[in-house]
Antibody
Framework: EEQLVESGGGVVQPGGSLRLSCVAS????????MNWVRQAPGKGLEWVSY????????YYADSVKGRFTISRDNAKKSLHLQMTSLRDEDTAVYYC??????????WGQGALVAVSS | EIVLTQSPGTLSLSPGERATLSCRAS???????LAWYQQKPGQAPRLLIY???SRATGIPDRFSGSGSGTDFTLTISRLEPEDFVVYYC?????????FGQGTKVEIK
């Protein structure tokens, strides 16, 4: 069974840092591009970042550029999102999401990040 | 940045009826790289349609996608009780890969 399991969420003060991780199983992780997508409480979906299968291509949303860093370790079948200078508006459920033909074909269960003083 | 506008915001229909959801892009979507997702309460989204018209694996054939350029449509031919949830479109032809704001399909 294909699975994506996020970890590392929690409560952090404004200006703080947090690192999200996602471990994949049930498929050949190294063959797929990956994304992070977030959803603020009661709101819609917001694409955050993309990384190609080999890490050769990386994209960010303007709202997180310069503050968030996406990375992956294909040997460990893991995806990461290093988040710094966190703001109130970064509060959301963060989904680890696997690419499929450019779209998003599989999603994790999500990790809640709450930025609050 | 391509802005996707979904309409209507809420669609009130009865089981068995046909649902037509619209997604309009502020500029042409490259290669019609447009996807539709379904999200049930408390769950992660699920891919329904990619490439504007291709159904994802395991998706019932009552779901269909159409359109090109800037105007796209998700049609649910006959609504089942489990279809009364929220739907999002997303373009992945250019960066940033934007989502629409969502359409909620509710029971009338």
């Amino acid at each position: 069974e294909e699975q994506l399991v996020e970890s590392g969420g929690g409560v952090v003060q404004p200006g703080g840092s947090l690192r999200l991780s996602c471990v994949a199983s049930g498929f050949t992780f190294s063959s797929y591009s990956m994304n992070w997508v977030r959803q603020a409480p009661g709101k819609g979906l917001e694409w955050v970042s993309y990384i190609s299968s080999s890490s050769g291509t990386i994209y960010y949303a303007d709202s997180v550029k310069g503050r968030f860093t996406i990375s992956r370790d294909n040997a460990k079948k893991s995806l990461h999102l290093q988040m710094t200078s966190l703001r109130d508006e970064d509060t959301a459920v963060y989904y680890c999401a696997r690419g499929f033909m450019g779209a998003i074909g599989a999603w994790g269960q999500g990790a809640l990040v709450a930025v609050s003083s | 940045e391509i802005v996707l506008t979904q309409s209507p915001g809420t669609l009130s229909l009865s089981p068995g009826e046909r649902a037509t959801l619209s997604c309009r892009a502020s500029q042409s979507v490259t290669s019609n790289y447009l996807a539709w997702y379904q999200q049930k309460p408390g769950q992660a989204p699920r891919l329904l349609i990619y490439g504007a018209t291709s159904r994802a694996t395991g998706i019932p054939d009552r779901f269909s996608g159409s359109g090109s350029g800037t105007d796209f449509t998700l049609t649910i031919s006959r609504l089942e009780p489990e279809d009364f949830v929220v739907y999002y479109c997303q373009q992945y032809g250019s960066v940033p890969r934007t989502f629409g704001q969502g359409t909620k399909v509710e029971i009338k």
